[in-house]
């Protein structure tokens, strides 16, 4: 009868000694994409705005590597990342943006306040395209070669730090 007693503690010591080995151990942050490696799967996503071209799998075939940037206006990390598309704009990419379950009138008033680094903007109301592309929420950026194979993904938003480091990938793209 005495082991009866002794059971739970020693099961609760079991998983207090098991907690305490976890959380000595290193954390790996690294999240790796299957998507890496690939070509961009079929999309064809009307404009955000009238009269302004669509975006489609096929435009990432034509010319030189671009980046798709997945956002939306409702996103706060996405207004945290505006300077630094700017910037990787002003450094010679071509960003094209995916606006994820976005008005247009909440895209265009987005872009008012924060600036329009997009060579172009599709609307993805259902987010087929992002989960297509196992894009795991926004913001997510995406460097995708002139033969539409995507390179290299940054997942949340581009800060100050990670600029450089899509422009050298879109450069290594572009080779």
Partial sequence: MSWRLWLPLLLFSGFLGLA?????????????????????????????????????????????????????????????????????????????GVAIRDRPEDIERFLAQHGNPYSRIGRDDLSEVQLAIGSSGVPETFVVDGNGRIRYQHIGDVRASDVPLLLEELRKAGE
Avoid: H
């Fill in 20 to 96: 305490a080995y976890q959380l000595t151990q290193e954390k790996d942050q690294t999240i790796e994409s299957r998507m890496v490696g690939n070509e961009l799967p079929y999309f064809e996503l009307p404009s955000a705005f009238e009269g302004e071209p669509a975006v489609n799998s096929a435009y990432f075939q034509q010319g030189g590597p671009k980046l798709l940037n997945i956002w939306a206006s409702w996103c706060l990390p996405c207004i945290a990342e505006a300077p630094q598309l700017e910037a990787l704009k002003e450094g010679g990419a071509e960003i094209v």
